[in-house]
């Protein structure tokens, strides 16, 4: 992230114009330091996390609706991949 975007997302914040939870300088606010400094040392991916995330909700990596069984299908790999 940028120090533009940054200000962007502080100036949304301060006007009240963006909901607190869609802001993502508050992604991180309630997750643990130990969590943090896992994620710093790259014991897992971030970005699986998301992904899987996103599957339960039944909702593509674009955040549209594909329902369940869909989103369940395409977070398995391809054909002949373990």
Sequence with gaps: MTQ???TKYQQAAKEGSLPPEENPLNL????STNLL???????FNV???VRMEMRKRGVNDKGQWIGFEAARQAGKP????K
């Design 78 to 81: 391809a054909s002949g991949r």
């Design 4 to 6: 533009e975007q940054i």
């Design 37 to 43: 400094a896992k994620v710093l040392a790259r014991e």
């Design 47 to 49: 970005l699986t996390l």
């Design 28 to 31: 991180f606010a309630t997750t």
